[in-house]
């Protein structure tokens, strides 16, 4: 019973995962449209699905494979879209979003390797949440801002950068890991 009750709850938790995988077009195809409401609301729900992905694996007492290589690429899909789109606009420089796509390429691949050794660090799980709350401060619509919406969207990109400073001392820390078990 409580086997077959895992497995339906890691189901849950993959397909939530495949929804958030697939939610970084329609936020780009959003944003150049101009509907940043929707856009943001797209955002929260990926936040959400990240949130209960998780939950639900902890739940059926730890994920699958499959959930654990899929999420952190989820993650990735999901956040560095509209950060691209960002760029594109000349809204972040390009060098930035260079430098979080890279560390996001380096330590994904680090992770694939290690397997379940691999985990996300306290840091890493940090970069997220403060990667999406920079994005929905800077995508913040005017209309839900009123009077203080530059501030809003000032500090997003604050975030931003205390985001960005995390994701690169992060990924030190997951290579001086690797460097100093690999001896």
Not at 33 to 39: D, L, N, T
Not at 70 to 76: I, R
Not at 162 to 171: C, G, K, P
Request: hydrophobic letters at 55%.
């Amino acid at each position: 019973m409580k086997f077959m009750k895992n497995l339906k709850l890691r189901k849950i938790a993959n397909t939530l995962t495949l929804i958030r995988i697939f939610l970084g077009l329609p936020i780009i195809m959003l944003l150049s449209a101009k509907f940043y409401s929707f856009a943001c609301f797209l955002i929260i729900i990926g936040g959400l699905t990240d949130f209960l992905d998780g939950k639900l694996a902890r739940k059926a007492d730890g994920g699958n494979d499959l959930g654990a290589t899929l999420d952190p690429l989820a993650d990735k899909i999901l956040i560095c879209a509209p950060f691209i789109w960002l760029s594109s606009i000349g809204a972040l420089p390009a060098w930035s979003i260079w430098l979080l796509v890279s560390r996001e390429l380096l330590i994904s691949g680090w992770r694939a390797k290690k397997g379940k050794k691999g985990a996300a660090s306290k840091l890493g799980k940090v970069k997220t949440i403060l990667q999406f709350a920079s994005l929905l401060l800077i995508l913040w619509p005017e209309r839900w801002g009123g009077i203080i919406i530059d501030r809003i969207h000032y500090f997003g990109f604050i975030l931003f950068w205390v985001s960005l400073f995390v994701a690169i001392y992060s990924a030190l820390k997951y290579i001086d890991f690797t460097l100093s078990t690999d001896r």
